[in-house]
């Protein structure tokens, strides 16, 4: 450990360079904050990602009571939101509903749609019936990857995996960096869904949303992105920048744009 630490220190100025060879824009990286490096500057898209575990005999009228109401919210004109996707989780933790929201302006829009609930007397029920049946809930405001596509509907069906990495703190545009080249090794069969990472809520954090027809074909896809070559310096070089990681894989609902 020793001996990498001292490589390491030793060719940072070249890794630094070779990093910064990697940005579609040349920005050093401490002259400006990481969102506006790794972020796309097209859109000012705010993504909210809500997890709630449900208490294990509810989940049945969890999932109906938000198949009923949050459709009206993400289809009225004027909440600027849309619903990019929701789901149960089938493989990780159980009992569990994921659901992806965009808001359409950034941080405005955001309040504007909360304050516009607040008023809504349906969704303020809603949300009383719903708070019942949880167990916990937590939520993050994301930021999406410049270089990721942008979550757009789907058919099915599919399942969806959701990866999530805890990165070491001052890791995240080393991973940008890598990721930017990693993606194009991850699109021949269309299974990028969205790359986000984290602005309000656990720091650090970093979700890759993924689409497959069935475990198999996830399977066989991962399998094949280790016979093209540069994925696996790829990876070898992202590992060290994780603390934590977790895979769910997800169903969604009969209401989610994502199916």
């Not at 989940?59 to 909440?79: D, F, G, M, R, S």
């Not at 939520?139 to 979550?151: C, I, T, V, Y």
């Not at 990495?165 to 930017?180: K, V």
């Amino acid at each position: 450990l020793t001996c990498r630490g001292l490589v390491s220190s030793a060719s940072r100025p070249r890794e630094d360079s070779w990093l910064k060879s990697l940005f579609v824009r040349k920005v050093d990286p401490r002259k400006d904050a990481h969102s506006n490096l790794l972020a796309k500057r097209e859109t000012s898209s705010l993504y909210k990602l809500q997890i709630h575990n449900v208490k294990p005999e509810c989940l049945e009228a969890y999932n109906k009571i938000c198949q009923e109401v949050l459709p009206k919210i993400h289809e009225e004109k004027h909440y600027p939101c849309a619903l990019v996707g929701t789901w149960n989780t089938w493989y990780g933790e159980q009992d569990q509903a994921v659901h992806l929201w965009r808001y359409e302006g950034g941080y405005p829009a955001l309040n504007e749609v909360m304050s516009k609930l607040r008023q809504n007397k349906e969704f303020t029920e809603f949300r009383k019936e719903r708070g019942n049946m949880l167990l916990s809930r937590k939520n993050q405001l994301l930021l999406e990857f410049s270089f990721w596509n942008e979550p757009v509907p789907r058919e099915g069906p599919n399942i969806y995996e959701l990866r999530s990495y805890q990165l070491r703190p001052g890791t995240m545009i080393e991973w940008g960096n890598y990721w930017a080249r990693a993606i194009r090794f991850r699109q021949d069969n269309n299974e990028a869904v969205g790359g986000f990472f984290s602005q309000i809520g656990q720091l650090y954090m970093v979700h890759h949303l993924w689409a497959y027809k069935d475990l198999q074909t996830r399977e066989d896809i991962r399998n094949a992105a280790w016979h093209k070559p540069g994925w696996d310096e790829l990876v070898y070089y992202t590992v060290p920048l994780i603390q934590e990681m977790e895979s769910r894989i997800m169903i969604p609902l009969k209401i989610s744009p994502l199916q």
